[in-house]
C-alpha cells in the first residue's frame, strides 16, 4: 500500500497541526543576527564576555515572558531594559534608538518558506484536515500567514500566546477530537511536541539549525513512544503515513 493509500485508509490520525516560524518559515535566523547586532551596539560600552551579555539578555527575556509574551515587541523591549543593565545606564538614546530599529527590521522582513513546504503542507491537506497553531505577536504573525501563500491550506489558524497542554487541547476539545487522533508537526520540542505528547497525541520532530535557548530547555527521551524525528519537510508526508500506522496499532 502507498503512503497516500496507507494515509487516506487507516483513519487514526484525523488532524494535522503545524507549527510556523523555523517549521514552515525562517525566523530565528533573523533574531540570532539581531542579537548579535545588539551585542555589537552594548560592546561598545563592556567588555562582551566580562559582562555575560548573552546569558543577561536571555535571563531579562526570560523574566519578561509573563509581562510581554514571545515575539519581536517583547524581545526589544527586553533588549532596551539589558542594554540600561548591562551599560549602567549609560548607553546613549541614539544606541537605543539603533536597537528599537533592530525590531522594525525584524518585523519588516519577508515571509521566507523553507523546502519543501508548500508541497508537503499541499499533499498532507489532500489527506487531512491541517491546522496552524503558532505563537508569538499577533500583528506579526496575521501578517506573516498573510504573506506565506498557505493560508487557505488550513482549516483553521490559531495564534497563541503560550503553546502548552491546556491550550492544544482547548483546539482538540473545539474539534470534538481525542488527543490520539491528532499529529503536530514543530521544529521545537517545548512548544509543538512534549505538550502534544503529554495529552496522549503524536508529535513530528523537524529541527531548525538554530533554536533559541528557550525552546531548548526540554527532556524528551530519543525513543520517546508517539514521536517520530525527521530532517526535512520532504519527510513529513512519509511521517504522518507512519504515524497513521503507529496510531491505529495504538487503539
Not at 72 to 79: D, I, N, R
Not at 82 to 98: G, K, P, S
Not at 129 to 135: H, P, R
Request: a negative charge; hydrophobic letters at 45%; proline letters at 4%.
Amino acid at each position: 500500500m502507498s503512503a497516500a493509500q496507507d494515509v487516506g485508509t487507516s483513519g487514526a490520525i484525523r488532524l494535522v497541526g503545524f507549527d510556523a516560524d523555523d517549521t514552515l518559515w525562517r525566523s530565528q535566523d533573523y533574531f540570532d543576527a539581531a542579537q548579535l547586532e545588539f551585542e555589537r551596539i552594548v560592546g561598545a560600552y563592556v567588555d562582551l564576555q566580562d559582562a555575560r551579555v548573552h546569558e543577561r539578555l536571555y535571563e531579562v527575556e526570560r523574566g519578561n515572558l509573563a509581562l510581554f509574551g514571545y515575539g519581536v515587541k517583547g524581545m526589544v523591549l527586553s533588549m532596551v531594559e539589558a542594554a540600561v543593565a548591562i551599560t549602567d545606564a549609560r548607553i546613549q538614546a541614539v544606541d537605543l534608538h539603533r536597537i528599537v530599529g533592530l525590531g522594525k527590521e525584524l518585523l519588516r522582513h519577508p515571509v521566507e518558506l523553507l523546502p519543501g513546504v508548500p508541497e508537503a503542507v499541499e499533499a498532507i491537506a489532500e489527506h487531512f484536515d491541517v491546522v496552524l497553531i503558532t505563537k508569538g505577536d499577533l500583528f506579526h504573525q496575521e501578517a506573516k500567514v498573510r504573506q506565506c501563500g498557505l493560508a487557505e491550506r488550513f482549516r483553521r489558524i490559531e495564534i497563541v500566546s503560550e503553546k502548552d497542554p491546556g491550550t492544544y487541547a482547548r483546539v482538540l476539545g473545539e474539534f470534538d477530537l481525542p488527543p490520539a487522533s491528532f499529529v503536530m508537526i514543530g521544529n521545537s520540542l517545548r512548544s509543538d511536541i512534549a505538550p502534544v505528547l503529554e495529552l496522549g497525541g503524536w508529535g513530528i520532530h523537524t529541527p531548525y539549525h538554530t533554536t533559541w535557548a528557550h525552546e531548548a530547555v526540554v527532556d524528551i527521551a530519543e525513543d520517546a513512544p508517539r514521536l517520530v524525528r525527521t530532517a526535512s519537510a520532504a519527510d513529513w508526508f512519509e511521517a504522518v503515513a507512519r504515524v497513521s500506522r503507529m496510531a491505529a496499532a495504538d487503539r
